[in-house]
C-alpha cells in the first residue's frame, strides 16, 4: 500500500490537471464555435433574405403606385407561402398594408421597429427580437421600395429562428459533439499516459529517497528516461553514495568517540541549555550515584545543591567556571565550560581527593615544623642576644648567628603566615575593608627607611575610595611586604602608590625605580622561596615568600595581582579587587 498509494496520488493530481484543461479547451471550443457558426448562418441567410426582397420589391411597385391594396396582401400571401418566408409590405407612414401571416389591419402600426426605421431612411434595415403579433423569436429583413426617389413603401422578409437554432442543434448533435467526443476521448487517453509517464520516474525518486531518510543507502535508482530526470538520477545515486561513505565515517567517528568518553576515568557530562542531559559517562553515573539516561534532566540526577546551583548559574549566564565539592565522601574539582554556538555545557569531574589530602598534609607539616622551630630559635637568638658585649673573634660569630637566626625566625613566621591564609581559604571571613586607610598607615611605617635612602614618594589616594572584601590584617601584612620589596630594591630615585575606582574595581599601583627584575623572572615571582638575587635577597634578609604571601592574600579577596618590571628602570605592581558592594 504503501508503495503504490503515493503514485496514484500523484498520477491523480497530474492527469487531474489534464482533464481539467482538456475539458476547459473542449467546452470554450465548443461554445464559441457554436456562436460562430449561427451567426456565420444568421448572416448568410439575412444576405439571401435581402436579395428575395430585391426581387420581391419590383413586383410590389406597380401594385404600390396603383393603390391597389387587396392585391398587394395577396400577392404577399402568395409569395410568402412559396419561399416559406413571411412578407410584411408598410407604407412610408408605418401602416402595414399586406402581411403573409396575419390580417394588416389588425396590426400596429410599424414605423418604430427598428429595421423599418432603417428601411424608411432609405438603408437595409436589420434586426432580430420577440415579434408579439405571432410570438416567436424572429429575424427581420427590411428594404425600401422606391421608384426613382420617391419612397413608396417597406417590404420585410422574417424567418422563425426556432428553424435556424433547429437546424443549428441538429448540427451539433449529429457533428460537434461526437467528433468533440472522440477528441476528448483521444486526448484523455494521451494525458493518463502522458501523466504515467511523467509521474513514475517522480515517484520512484520519492520512494527511493523514503528508503534512504530511513537508512538504507544501497538503493539506487534507475529510471527509463534522458534528459533532466536522467541527470537527477545521477545526481540521486551519487549522492546516496557519498551519504553512504559519510555516514560510516560518523559511525566509526562515534563510536571511536564514545569509546574514548567511557575510558575517560573524569566524570563527564553535557548539558543543553535547557537543563536536559545529552551525553554522560560511565565515571559520572558512578559518582552520582544516579541511572541518568539521556534526555533526564540534571535536577533529578545530581542531589547536591551546591553543584545544582553551580550548574544553574553557569547555563543562566553562559559563562566557564570551576567549583569544588565533595560527593560521595570524595571531593571534586568541577569545571564546566559552554561547547560551541549551541549553548550546551560540559562539565567534567576531577577527583582531586588525594591531591586534597597531600595539601593537607603538606600545611599541617609546614605549620607544625614551623611551630616547632619558632620555640627553639627563639632560644637560640635570646641567649646569643645575652653572650654579645665582648668585643672579638667572638663578637662576630654571636652576629654571624644572630644574622641567620633572625633569617630562619623571619621564614618560619612566613610559614606559618602561609598555612594560616590556606587554613582560611577553606572558609574566609571576609568583610569591607578601607584600602586607603591601610596604605596610609603602612607607609607611614616604612617613612623613616624613605627619607634614610633621600627617595621622593609621590602618594596619590583618591578620596571616597569604595571599600573591598578582604581580611583588614591580612591585607596590612600584603601591603607591608610590597611596600618592604619596594624600598629594599630602589637606591635613588622614587616611589609611587596610587589608588582609584574604575567599573567597578579598586586599582592599586606601586610603582619604584629600583634594580627592576629579568623577564625570565617575571612569571615566576610569586612561587614560594623563588628569589631573583640570592645573593642581595639574604644580605637583605628577605625569605622568598613576600610575594607569596601577597598573592594569596590577593586571591582570597578575589582580586588580581599584576607585575611589570624593566631590568635597570623599576617595578610596578597592579592589584585589582572588586568592591564589596556595602
Do not use: W
Not at 530511513?214 to 551519487?238: A, H, T
Not at 612566613?414 to 575593608?433: C, F
Request: aromatic share 6%; net charge neutral; glycine share 8%.
Amino acid at each position: 500500500m504503501e508503495k503504490t498509494s503515493p503514485r496514484i496520488s500523484l498520477l491523480a493530481r497530474i492527469f487531474i490537471g489534464y482533464v481539467f484543461v482538456i475539458l476547459l479547451l473542449s467546452f470554450l471550443i465548443l461554445f464559441f464555435s457554436f456562436r460562430t457558426t449561427r451567426s456565420h448562418y444568421i448572416k448568410n441567410l439575412a444576405a439571401e433574405m435581402n436579395h428575395l426582397g430585391l426581387v420581391i420589391s419590383r413586383e410590389l411597385i406597380p401594385l404600390l403606385q396603383a393603390d391597389e391594396v387587396a392585391s398587394l396582401d395577396a400577392l404577399a400571401k402568395k409569395l410568402g407561402s412559396e419561399i416559406q418566408t413571411r412578407i410584411t409590405v408598410i407604407d412610408p407612414e408605418g401602416k402595414v398594408l399586406a402581411d403573409s401571416k396575419s390580417k394588416p389591419g389588425k396590426m400596429e402600426n410599424h414605423k418604430a421597429r427598428p429595421e423599418i426605421s432603417q428601411a424608411l431612411q432609405g438603408y437595409r434595415g436589420k434586426s432580430m427580437r420577440y415579434s408579439t403579433t405571432v410570438h416567436e423569436e424572429m429575424l427581420y429583413v427590411a428594404l425600401p421600395i422606391q421608384s426613382g426617389d420617391k419612397l413608396l413603401g417597406v417590404v420585410r422578409l422574417s424567418l422563425y429562428l426556432k428553424d435556424i437554432n433547429t437546424l443549428l442543434n441538429t448540427l451539433v448533435e449529429n457533428t460537434l459533439l461526437p467528433v468533440g467526443g472522440l477528441i476528448i476521448a483521444a486526448s484523455l487517453l494521451a494525458a493518463l499516459l502522458i501523466s504515467r509517464s511523467v509521474a513514475r520516474p517522480i515517484m520512484d525518486l520519492v520512494l527511493a529517497s523514503r528508503r534512504v531518510a530511513k537508512g538504507d543507502f544501497d538503493v539506487r535508482v534507475n529510471l527509463p528516461v534522458n534528459g533532466e530526470l536522467k541527470e537527477l538520477q545521477n545526481s540521486f545515486n551519487s549522492m546516496t553514495h557519498r551519504v553512504k561513505c559519510l555516514f560510516s565515517e560518523v559511525s566509526r567517528q562515534k563510536e571511536y568517540l564514545d569509546l574514548i568518553i567511557a575510558s575517560i576515568r573524569e566524570g563527564l557530562v553535557v548539558i543543553d541549555r535547557e537543563g536536559n542531559i545529552k551525553l554522560v559517562n560511565a565515571s559520572f553515573r558512578k559518582l552520582s550515584g544516579q541511572a541518568c539516561t539521556d534526555g533526564t534532566h540534571y535536577r533529578d540526577t545530581i542531589s547536591d545543591e551546591v553543584l545544582r546551583e553551580f550548574i544553574r548559574e553557569s547555563l543562566d549566564e553562559k559563562i566557564s567556571a570551576t567549583l569544588e565539592t565533595s560527593l560521595n565522601d570524595r571531593v571534586f574539582s568541577a569545571s564546566a565550560s559552554l561547547a560551541g554556538v549551541g549553548g550546551d555545557l560540559v562539565v567534567v569531574f576531577h577527583d582531586i581527593t588525594e591531591l586534597k589530602k597531600m595539601e593537607n598534609v603538606k600545611r599541617e607539616f609546614v605549620a607544625n615544623v614551623s611551630h616547632e622551630l619558632k620555640t627553639p630559635l627563639t632560644v637560640i637568638k635570646g641567649f646569643t642576644e645575652t653572650l654579645r658585649g665582648k668585643e672579638g673573634e667572638d663578637q662576630r660569630h654571636l652576629d654571624i648567628i644572630r644574622r641567620h637566626t633572625d633569617r630562619l625566625i623571619a621564614i618560619v613566621n612566613d610559614l606559618l603566615h602561609l598555612a594560616q591564609l590556606e587554613e582560611k581559604g577553606n572558609s574566609p571571613d571576609l568583610s569591607g575593608v578601607d584600602l586607603g586607610e591601610i596604605i596610609r598607615d603602612t607607609v607611614g611605617i616604612f617613612r623613616p627607611q624613605i627619607e634614610k635612602k633621600n627617595l621622593s614618594l609621590d602618594c596619590r589616594l583618591e578620596e571616597g575610595l569604595p571599600k573591598v572584601l578582604g581580611d583588614y590584617f591580612d591585607l596590612e601584612q600584603a601591603f607591608i611586604n610590597l611596600i618592604d620589596n619596594a624600598v629594599k630594591y630602589t637606591e635613588t630615585g622614587k616611589l609611587s602608590i596610587t589608588t582609584y575606582s574604575e567599573n567597578g574595581t579598586v586599582v592599586v599601583t606601586i610603582e619604584d625605580t629600583g634594580i627592576g627584575i629579568p623577564p625570565a623572572s617575571l612569571p615566576r615571582v610569586f612561587e614560594r622561596f623563588y628569589v631573583v638575587d640570592k645573593s642581595r635577597t639574604r644580605e637583605l634578609g628577605g625569605t622568598g615568600l613576600g610575594l607569596a604571601i601577597v598573592k594569596h592574600v590577593v586571591v582570597l579577596s578575589h582580586g588580581k595581582v599584576h607585575i611589570e618590571s624593566t631590568l635597570g628602570k623599576g617595578t610596578k605592581i597592579i592589584l585589582t579587587f572588586p568592591r564589596s558592594g556595602s
